[in-house]
């Protein structure tokens, strides 16, 4: 009786503790709503209504039968308190609603997709429709991006729906931002992907929220300005902000200034890419939180020195939305953004900032603009690592923090002046801030691992240490091509050539330093794609293991840790105490499971579908592979065996390569029939 009561007050000391994560922070539960009925809505394709009515139904059910309450260990009131812990009533509810919500605007979208790939696919359409990008912004060539405002004369279906209007790059047809056109053209249904693994390009085109392609045959203009005034500046003002660059820089720089400054990486060679993806530094290309961080600190240092906190913070703010703008409102630079205007805006009004709730105001907004980001690597990976660095780096800093008191108290038997040069090492201000920066890249990078293992199949090791150095120089890099751009609107021509050159040193800076970052040994290694399971036990082992280390060197515990600290140090005993079982158990079990893969299986055949035919990749019972005919690069800038082939072989149920040190996958060897892992001949 004593012991259930103590575990019911430890219930409740828990509950209380943990509720605080969601109890005050409504749109935190509303952005893990929305995560749930997106995902449902994307994976399950139903209405998550439906099974909210089926667990209404079933818990009523269940309550009002007397036999369910005498199975004590399938009571669903006694085990729905541990759900409680964190999940209150209000939160919920809250959950409960906005998963709707999602679901039913992700299903309604998917719903018009579908309306036009039925109606159109292959077919002649005359739309009206009003230009809403340059070329210059597409990574597609000749492609435009336009709002549709009706096709073969009707509206209300279609109104506000996007297409690409492909245009022969042979043509002298041009559009002009803004234009409204009457197009005529056939209209192309997007590919699916074809493989496991391989690029959905109609998946890719719904988180750019376009519904197709329309091969351009003719057009007529109706009016050359047709959107909104403000729209039409901030793209002028894109455009000469990149002339301006294009004409004070060389090419190799102003290729990286445009990706670094606007996000702009249409110009930058695809070698110079692949050197800062395998360097681990592409996160500088794309305009994100770090860059957004900047122009906060430019503009508010700034507008605060001149004209007071207040009104300096509302002009910050009309800059943020104007460098949003002009970098075309990418998901991470929206991310960011949102977030650095409630902070300063939080400030003027004197509310409460947490920066769970600025997080996930940004992410509601992002997903009610366009439920389908949430399958964007870019959103992925930029929620993840904010995610990492929110939760990680602080409790690392204090891991750190704390093993260095502890080696502090250890009497080692040194010299003097050692102990001097040390003590001056641990207390200069560049070290410090070299470990925060490692700490704070380590933090980010344990959360959005598995991620990039799952999608690209490789980890980079060694070009952490060139993403820490490179962080360094991103800052100024950043700051001195803002700085740039204010002053190329002014006739100081001294210190336009003067920041120039700069940031001409720093951008060689970083080039140099994404080819040795390139050449590492061991740089990428190439993995097999994990299962979801394995992310999932990954994440767990993770944070356990994070908080465990963590109240490991805590001062004072609560009854809750010291239960836990107990058990661990249990567990260590029994094990040292069996020490020899242990052992031997470890041995069977890595014999009978490596005996496993040993035993015969059924052949195998797959055929994979390489664009100029089928690719067959057979293993036999003894588990030997053999590929027949890898097909060759569909263009210049397409790799078959990069983009299809590898991404295909290294499948968790295939397991073709277990793990590798891949610079370069050779399609000249697909061309030419070849085994992996064993020398046989097709």
Known sequence: MQQDMWELEEFYRIQKGVQILLENRVTLAMALGFIIGIIMGLYCKISIVLIYAVIFIIRQVCFRQKKYKKLKLISIKRYSRYIRIIFNKKAVRIIIISSIIANSILLYQNYKYNNLYKNFDGEEIVCRVIVISNIQ????????????????????????????????????????????????????????????????????????????????????????????????????????????????????????????????????????????????????????????????????????????????????????????????????????????????????????????????????????????????????????????????????????????????????????????????????????????????????????????IYSFNKLAILSLIVAVIVGFIAGPTVIVGMIFIILSFTRFKFFIFLVTYIEEILVNIIINLSNFGSKLFANNVILITPNILEIIIYYTFLFISIYLIGFHFKKSLNPSEIRIKNLISLLEYRIHQNKKKFISFTLIFSIIFTSITFIPKNLKIYFIDVGQGDSTLIITPKNKKILIDGGGSDSKNFNVGEKTLLPYLLDRRIKTIDFAFISHFDTDHCQRNFVFNEKHKA
């Open 137 to 452: 912004e597409k990574d597609y060539k000749d492609n435009y991006k336009v709002k549709v405002i009706s096709v073969n004369g009707e509206s209300r279906k279609f109104k506000n729906t996007n297409l690409f209007v492909s245009v022969k790059s042979n043509s002298h047809e041009k559009l002009e931002y803004g234009q409204e056109l009457i197009i005529k053209g056939k209209y192309v249904e997007p590919e699916i992907r074809r493989n496991y693994k391989g690029f959905d390009y109609k998946e890719y085109l719904k988180t750019l929220k376009v519904y197709g392609t329309v091969n351009l045959s003719s057009k007529v203009v109706v009016e050359d300005r047709s959107l909104n005034p403000i729209f039409i500046f901030f793209n002028n003002l894109s455009l000469k902000i990149k002339y301006n660059i294009e004409k004070y820089f060389n090419d190799q720089t102003q290729a990286i200034v445009l990706g670094i400054i606007l996000g702009d990486k249409s110009k930058i060679e695809k070698e110079v890419i692949e050197n800062f993806s395998e360097s681990n530094i592409s996160h500088i290309l794309a305009v994100s939180g770090m860059h957004m961080a900047y122009v906060i600190l430019i503009f508010n240092s700034a507008f605060n020195a001149l004209i007071g906190r207040k009104y300096g913070n509302i002009l910050t703010s009309f800059f943020i939305l104007t460098y949003m703008f002009i970098t075309g409102f990418s998901p991470s630079v929206v991310r960011a953004g949102i977030v650095g205007i409630i902070v300063l805006l939080s400030e003027i009004f004197r509310l409460r900032s947490d920066k769970w709730e600025n997080l996930a105001t940004s992410f509601v907004l992002i997903c009610i603009y366009n439920p389908f980001l949430i399958e964007n690597i870019s959103v992925i990976l930029s929620y993840g690592g904010t995610i990492g660095i929110i939760t990680l780096n602080s409790k690392l800093l204090d891991i750190l923090k704390n093993i260095d008191e502890k080696k502090e108290k250890v009497k080692y038997r040194r010299k003097k002046n050692r102990l001097k040069i040390l003590e001056l090492l641990k207390q200069n201000k560049l070290i410090i801030k070299l470990k925060e920066a490692v700490i704070l890249t380590i933090s980010a990078y344990l959360v959005i691992a598995p991620i990039i």
